[in-house]
Nanobody, 123 residues
């Protein structure tokens, strides 16, 4: 099981970024996957999750609802996090993760992580 996260960078407040998480070694369609973030001096928090394809649900932290959208591309075995109207408080290292066990977001706690991609929101 491998996850490869990418797409971070420096963006001004109000800007947008799209993060990608390419999965290999398993079919991402069959499991729940999520995006977490960790800001300096803070604990890692889950910002979004997408359930298995058959269930087809998504979840978001209150802090990102209405601004972030999680999606998957089945053909590419990849999930995405579209981040719009970014704020300085969104600055963090973003990680994708899964446990390759659960199919729903409710119980997802990742055992496998991508390497993290840094998002910096600053003017």
């Amino acid at each position: 099981v491998q996850l490869q996260a990418s797409g971070g960078g420096l963006v001004q407040p109000g800007g947008s970024l799209r993060l990608s998480c390419a999965a290999s070694g398993f079919s991402s369609d069959d499991y729940a996957l999520g995006w977490w973030r960790q800001a300096p001096g803070k604990e890692r928090e889950r910002v979004s999750c997408i359930s298995s394809r058959s269930i087809g649900s998504t979840r978001y932290a209150d802090s990102v609802k209405g601004r972030f959208t999680i999606s998957r591309d089945n053909a590419k075995n990849t999930i995405y996090l579209q981040m719009n109207n970014l704020k300085p408080e969104d600055t963090a290292v973003y990680y994708c993760g899964t446990d390759v066990v659960v199919t729903t977001c409710k119980t997802l706690e990742a055992d496998f992580w991508g390497q993290g991609t840094l998002v910096t929101v600053s003017s």
